[in-house]
């Protein structure tokens, strides 16, 4: 990782085109680092423990460096971070999965499902609203609560519609997101053995993870009362 974190690094002094072409070797050859590090650690580690992402390909999983500027008041063309989701569909993803955040000062893993549609977002509303001690299980589990702290993510001000405002984990309801994150310092990418100790923190968020598809891939028909 000491090669990208070191490109990213100049990037950031340097976020122009001009600078861009003339280092385009070292991101593309950082790029190449990364995508191996999913093919050959990432993904066969975490299909040991969740087989719906084996067939998954590196690639597929990696984001693009460059911004999309056209409505952004930020005209900076390129990222200055690599982003990796790793899930059912790679980065296209609707459902939930686990991403790699790698960025100098500011890396983190985690994971979830962000931005949900308003069909999706109702579906893992009634989930927590019908299984809610089935999630407490999962949010009270003394490593979970180390790792991640708590789920996190954009909220509503107020109960959604549908939904009782006397619910006692209305928090819960209220969210638009439903994520869970830890920060990395750069001494953690450099670890020799940062596969191990990525696929460790993946491993914990895994039941979060089950939680948001079971609801996102099956449903729930029942009418909240």
Not at 135 to 154: A, M
Request: aromatic fraction near 12%; glycine fraction near 6%.
């Amino acid at each position: 990782m000491k090669q990208a974190l070191e490109f990213l690094r100049e990037l950031k002094q340097n976020n122009n085109r001009e600078w861009f072409i003339e280092n385009k070797s070292r991101y593309e050859s950082s790029r190449k680092m990364i995508i191996q590090f999913l093919d050959q650690k990432m993904i066969p580690g975490l299909a040991a423990f969740d087989p719906s992402v084996q067939n998954i390909m590196g690639k597929q999983c990696l984001f693009r460096i460059y911004r999309d500027i056209r409505f952004s008041k930020d005209k900076t063309p390129y990222k200055t971070n690599f982003g990796a989701s790793i899930g059912l569909a790679g980065r296209k993803l609707q459902t939930a999965g686990y991403y790699l955040h790698i960025e100098p000062g500011n890396s983190f893993i985690g994971g979830g499902i962000y931005h949900p549609t308003s069909e999706e977002l109702k579906a893992i509303r009634k989930e927590v609203y019908y299984s809610i001690d089935k999630l407490n299980k999962i949010r009270s589990n003394p490593d979970f609560k180390k790792v991640f702290g708590d789920i996190t993510g954009d909220q509503l001000q107020r109960a959604p519609l549908g939904f009782p405002k006397d619910f006692p984990h209305l928090e819960l309801l209220r969210f638009k997101d439903y994520l869970v994150m830890k920060s990395l310092t750069d001494e953690e990418l450099l670890k020799p053995d940062l596969d191990q100790y990525l696929l460790g923190i993946f491993k914990l968020q895994k039941p979060f993870n089950d939680f948001l598809n079971e609801a996102l891939l099956n449903g729930n028909d029942e009418e909240v009362s």
